[in-house]
């Protein structure tokens, strides 16, 4: 590994690190790895979603980043929706189309300019990008645009507030970065593209973006969502993670009945960086029914 001192003296700062889509490649098999979402994980985000809204059996479902083995695309198509993925990488793109054998399943294109029609799409899953895209905002406005009135966006991303006990986040190999203040979260994503290329595994997009659960419901509204929710407001007492957990069971039913601890929870933990944003329905004059609680 080449020493930082000299790194500047061959080249222009623009030009990044010099090696960093060869170290990137070295590394990106745990990263893959990190993201792999299963069979069950699926279907257990469908039923949550089925708690919040009614999605037709052909729906279609647009993967903003899905890179370049998305199996989260993957596990839609084999339940019958209409999915297709959004990759900018091009190299991301061929080898995600050679990964499912379906070409016309990947479209090459980034979160800020989706190439879907207005209103087309009635779900968007967008996990781990927002934090790395040039424009959240923008980003938020374009899922909001291909999404039909009534459409859910499933946003997941790096809670700003999370207390994080294996001492790093996932985008970077820094023991509680997400609680530096921003001028210091800056300089690390600088350090990282310019001298330390390890810090955040390699990418040449690091995070830039980090988010409460507040702040991801006010860039909503201001794309054009409507309303926000919280996983944990989908839970309901026959859930195989409460079901037989009494004391945790007794903990979200008061967390769904308290704004006080709905925000703590919000604040310290993992639930606090996945946001469903509900694009209003046409016809709407109030907000839909409330989800299912748990029972006390």
Known sequence: MERSAGLYARRRLTELYPDLDRLYDASFNATLAALTVSADDVERMLAYLGRLVALPPSARVAVVGCGPQPCM???????????????????????????LEAPSRVLQGSAESIPLADASVDLVYCNSVLEHVDSPLRSLGEMARVLRPGGVAWIVTTNRFRLSWRGETHEYAVPFLNWF???????????????????????????????????????????????????????????????RRPLR??????????????ALALTLTPLGGVALMVKRPLAAAAAPAAPHVVAG
């Open 181 to 243: 203040p921003s001028i210091v979260r800056e300089c690390y994503a600088f350090h990282h593209l310019h001298y330390a290329p390890w810090l955040a595994r390699y990418s040449d997009r690091p995070a830039v973006h980090w988010f409460s659960y507040a702040e991801l419901c006010r860039l909503g509204r201001d794309a054009g969502f409507a309303w926000f929710y919280a996983v944990s407001d989908l839970f309901t007492p026959d859930d195989a993670h409460l079901s």
């Open 249 to 262: 069971r007794w903990l979200v039913t008061r967390l769904q009945r308290s704004p006080w601890l709905r």
């Open 73 to 99: 695309l993957g596990h839609f198509l084999a339940r019958g929706f209409d999915a297709v993925g959004i990759e900018p990488v091009e190299t991301f793109v061929h080898a995600a189309r050679a990964y």
